[in-house]
């Protein structure tokens, strides 16, 4: 094999560690990559460079993550600045994939904050009911140890602040990947480059609404809670009230798709309407739910009465004919099954905090 083929090899490996996170440095990812492909050792020539196994990562995030991309793009760049309103008196800098414009899934926002004391960085995250933690790390850099001083900020993005002394805000940094002075911007850059980028957008409007997220969790829990005054005719619903029903259809959809979460959502939340329109509970849901489902569990949600329909023999031949066209069609069928033996009296569920929970974390999950 070539050793420019070899080469090639080694990068595109490293990347598919980094990418899929199985490792987060370059050098523990280039040399797990070679060991692999090579069995043995190999010449230090043949190890690709950090800006090769980059490069390669970015085509792994072009492939599979597509317009999603440019758009988490943006709102991670107006978090970053959020970040750094908050954090003014640290003299922030934004620096790595979010500024350049090279993130992935789960990539971090990563920060520069200047203070001789990690402590007064710490009181600014608690004033704004961040969580964090504090991680203080050992590296070996030009031939001597350093300690770096790391804040991993948990928020809608994950953010990593690394802290130095006050002395060091101009400090021209060197990239491990370019191996030229880092790129930095402060918050008026960082201003600039959003009105450049992104002319229709309104920088104060959209960091005044990252500041105040909507928590769909929150939504679906408002929706949610109502149902227990909801009663049902005890004909179709000997179980009860329609949170008790929506809570065995949640239950048993987790035995059949435990890591599902647009069919779990459509589980839980497909009868929310009936506290809002119980004449056409199916169309109340679908404008409550506007927004923060996907459109497989608005699909599930707006049909399911049909399934109901379809295994009674009562769908018309057209109908079922349009259902059967749809990708999410077995899906349907089996929320139609889910949702059938959920009218059993006395048996033991989830409670709602429960399911949300297990659904937050499922989503949490997806996400990293």
């Known amino acids: 094999m070539s050793s420019s083929k070899l080469r090639q090899q080694i990068a595109w490996e490293a990347a598919r560690l980094m990418y899929d996170r199985q490792e987060s440095e370059y050098y523990r990812a280039k040399l797990k990559a070679a060991k692999h492909l090579c069995q043995g050792w190999v010449k230090p020539a043949d190890l690709p460079t950090n800006r090769e196994i980059r490069d390669e990562i970015q085509g792994f995030a072009r492939m599979f993550e597509r317009q999603k991309r440019v758009e988490n793009l943006c709102d991670m760049r107006v978090a970053a600045l959020r970040m750094m309103r908050l954090l003014s008196e640290f003299r922030p800098r934004l620096i790595g994939s979010v500024l350049t414009g090279h993130t992935r899934q789960g990539s971090d926002i ?87 980028e992104y002319p229709d957008l309104s920088v104060d ?57 647009e069919f779990l959502l459509a589980a839980l939340l497909h009868d929310v309407g009936k506290a809002i329109d119980p004449y056409d509970h199916v169309q109340a849901a679908l404008e409550a739910l506007e927004g923060t489902v996907g459109e497989r569990t608005q699909w599930l949600i707006e049909h399911h009465m049909e399934a109901h329909a379809l295994r009674e023999g009562t769908l018309g031949a057209r109908a079922w004919r349009r259902l059967r066209e749809s990708e999410y069609y077995e899906d349907l069928l089996l929320l139609g099954k889910c949702d059938r033996g959920g009218r059993e009296k006395g048996v033991e569920t989830s409670d709602l905090d429960e399911a949300l929970v297990y659904l937050r974390d499922l989503a949490d999950d997806c996400e990293s």
């Open 205 to 261: 409007d959209a960091v005044i609404e990252a500041e105040n997220p909507v928590d769909r969790f929150q939504v679906y829990r408002l929706l949610l809670t109502p149902l227990e005054a909801v009663k049902q005719s005890p004909k179709f619903h000997p179980e009860g009230d329609a949170l008790y029903h929506s809570l065995q259809v949640f239950d048993l959809a987790c035995d059949e798709l435990p890591y599902d979460e």
């Open 110 to 196: 990563d920060l520069h904050v200047f203070s001789d004391n990690v402590a007064t960085v710490a009181a600014a995250l608690e004033r704004e009911h961040f969580q964090f933690e504090v991680e203080r790390k050992q590296v070996r850099k030009q031939g001597e140890e350093r300690v770096f001083t790391h804040i991993h900020v948990n928020d809608r993005f994950r953010f990593e602040l690394t802290v130095y002394a006050t002395s060091l805000v101009n400090f021209p940094f060197t990239s491990s990947i370019t191996g030229k002075t880092i790129e930095r911007a402060n918050i008026r850059e960082l201003e600039e480059l959003l009105a450049r």
